[in-house]
């Protein structure tokens, strides 16, 4: 462990919900517009809704999941859906490829699930995202842990799994900070392996300040 | 704060409440009127002294009031939003200063965003009692009622947006304009440097297409438009920003009371905190399908014990409600465990105490705009079962905010369901008030309306001057 360089700033981020131009009644729709919706509307869906949705522990993944059962009554698909991490993908082009895939899937072995009527349609979203500064711009690790457990849950969301969208990068900016600037390499790959999907977002944040206090002691 | 002046206040005044729910006619800003005399409640007992005039209004709070609410870093945020937009101003224009949840909206948000220093001033449009009927009748139109869209009409509408521009000065660097009865003031934006929005509150889902092509060429000219949902967007050329509706966490509906206010108010009201209490508030109409609640309390009845309470308004006020109150009387019979409660606009309070005393809160409607009351509900950490129609599943995500019904018998069930599974119950409630927190409060839509307007005026400037 080493003093760093160069401190933490932590940001967050804002998002103002856009309606998009597509929609989709059926999963065949879906299967149509998932491939020529923009990439900030596949972002909003996986990325975005898990911001949005913070604070539910279970049952909630992506949006398109989320129709998949609520709204089409296909449960398979929706276990199949919901089971993609988003952070497996550093771009938004093998996370669509992948969404594209899975349906395209179902659909081959269920046709005539593909014209079924939704009861409700999926809207395209997308976001128009503004980044701000915080307070907290921490150059010790006892500093970064009370940045930690006083930023919003934006803010984790802004650093823990958007990152990887800015990074290119299989990680995120905690990690990556507390490796190259900390030398903490074990507790930055702790942090990475944290769930996301099992746990609410203030859930991820102690998590991660456990993490990061273990190591300082 | 510039709130409309006296004489603006005599406006045509076409109240767009329909997809904003009975709860703006239980608003707590509601006009207070002569005292009435002493109303009996539906099951004959006298409701309390202590409703039957209106209370004295309560001062806004201000921006640092949210901070135990919302939080040190979101309220931080506003602030940095709004210092980026320090010198400009803002200009919000609707068709009455009083009555209807568009006003109630602007009463609360413009002295936060001018607290923020941001000034914001309110103008609201006048007109006579023709240019009255015709919006009236577009309003109607536009959700979906058939209507003849005569030259006539059309004139009368031109002239009266016309006569307002001119009367209207817009030197703000962002206009908005609230809902159709103002959208022709767009002409004054062809020779300005603001961004000009068209916020639209109503369910423009199925609109009468001939009125829907007479306005839409006014709605092209704005810069952006803002939906309450995203099933009332339109295919438009501008961007189509999606703006919950919101409650306000510190209103006399929403802010936190005493346990003893609770008890007294129940006690008033012959409430029996001691056993499992269903609620579902609104106004005594069709749509809100009481008749349906009273089944589902029978219903769930046979397994276990609850009381039900039905408290609403309108009855006394609207026909059709005296009608429905009635019919609800005559469903309830003599069960002394279902207690009906026509209650005056001004009751935010006991509202607000009667949500917080239940053990759960329905609400069955068989059509609904955005649904505030199931806002209010979730906002005060209520299990809530509700139809999943309008707004309400932008709310309620089934079982992870509470639980979405389609028909009596679904209700009766998630009835005994959540009285008979206090810790899911409870697990629901309190993500149902995260959900509230996070998306549907009136900080959550001051920072959307900052965010707003800072991606306008930054795509403004970087296209330069001009539209």
Known sequence: MRKPDKPFYFNTSEHLLRIGRQKAGTLSELWQALQTCPDDSIFQHTFRTLQEHHFIRQGFSNDFAHWCLSACNEPVLAEQLASVDVREFTAIGGLRRRMVGIVDDFLQQHSRSGSNAAHEPFYFCAADIVVLPTPFSPDSLPGFIDGLKQVSVHSIHHHFIEARLRLHLMSNDFSQWLEEEVGLSHAAAAIERIDIYTNTMEGVRQQIATIVEHALN | ?467
């Open chain 2, 1 to 467: 704060m510039n709130s409309p002046s006296e004489d603006q206040r005599a406006a045509v005044s076409n109240s767009s409440t329909d997809s904003l729910t009975e709860a703006e006619s239980l608003a707590e800003t509601a006009s207070p009127g002569p005292v009435r005399p002493e109303p009996a409640r539906a099951d004959g007992r006298r409701l309390p002294a202590s409703v039957l005039t209106p209370p004295p209004p309560a001062p806004s709070p201000h921006l640092d009031d949210y901070r135990n609410i919302i939080g040190d870093g979101p309220l931080d945020a506003l602030r940095f939003l709004a210092r980026d937009l320090k010198g400009k101003s803002i200009k919000m224009v609707n068709s009455t200063a009083v009555g209807g949840g568009v006003a109630e909206m602007l009463n609360r948000l413009v002295p936060l965003l001018s607290e923020l220093e941001v000034p914001t001033h309110w103008d609201v449009i006048t007109g006579g009692n023709d240019f009255f009927e015709v919006t009236k009748a577009f309003h109607n139109a536009l959700h979906g009622s058939p209507y003849e869209l005569t030259k006539a009409a059309q004139e009368i509408f031109l002239t009266y947006n016309e006569q307002n521009r001119e009367r209207l000065q817009f030197g703000e660097e962002m206009v908005v304009i609230h809902d159709p009865q103002p959208v022709g003031l767009i002409r004054s934006g062809e020779s300005s440097r603001a961004s000009w929005v068209w916020r639209c509150h109503i369910d423009l889902s199925n609109p009468d297409a001939h009125v829907w092509e007479f306005l839409r060429p006014f709605v092209e000219r704005y810069d952006a438009a803002i939906f309450s949902s995203q099933s009332f967007a339109r295919q438009l050329p501008i961007p189509q920003y999606l703006f919950y509706p919101c409650i306000d966490p510190l209103s006399e509906k929403n802010k936190d009371l005493p346990d003893a206010v609770v008890q007294k108010i129940c006690d008033e009201f012959g409430v029996d905190r001691s056993r499992p209490i269903v609620t579902q508030v609104s106004r005594f109409d069709r749509l809100k399908d009481p008749l349906g609640v009273v089944q589902a309390y029978k219903l769930a009845k046979k397994y276990v014990d609850c009381q039900l309470v039905l408290a609403g308004g309108g009855a006394s006020d609207d026909p059709e409600g005296a009608v429905v109150l009635q019919e609800v009387k005559e469903a309830a019979g003599t069960d002394p465990d279902i207690i009906i409660l026509d209650l005056p606009p001004w009751c935010a309070l006991e509202i607000n105490a009667i949500q917080r005393a239940s053990t759960i809160v329905v609400q069955k409607s068989l059509k609904e705009g955005f649904g505030l009351t199931v806002t209010e509900a979730l906002w005060k950490g209520k299990p809530t079962i509700a139809s999943a129609v309008g707004g309400i599943p932008n709310q309620i995500i089934h079982k992870l905010t509470g639980v979405l019904v389609h028909s009596v018998e679904g209700c009766a069930f998630q009835i005994r369901y959540l009285l008979t599974h206090p810790d899911f119950a409870k697990r629901i409630g309190a993500s149902g008030r995260e959900h509230v927190k996070e998306n549907f409060l009136m900080t959550t839509n001051v920072k959307r309306w900052l965010l707003l307007f800072r991606i306008l005026d930054r795509a403004k400037s970087r296209r330069g001057f001009g539209r």
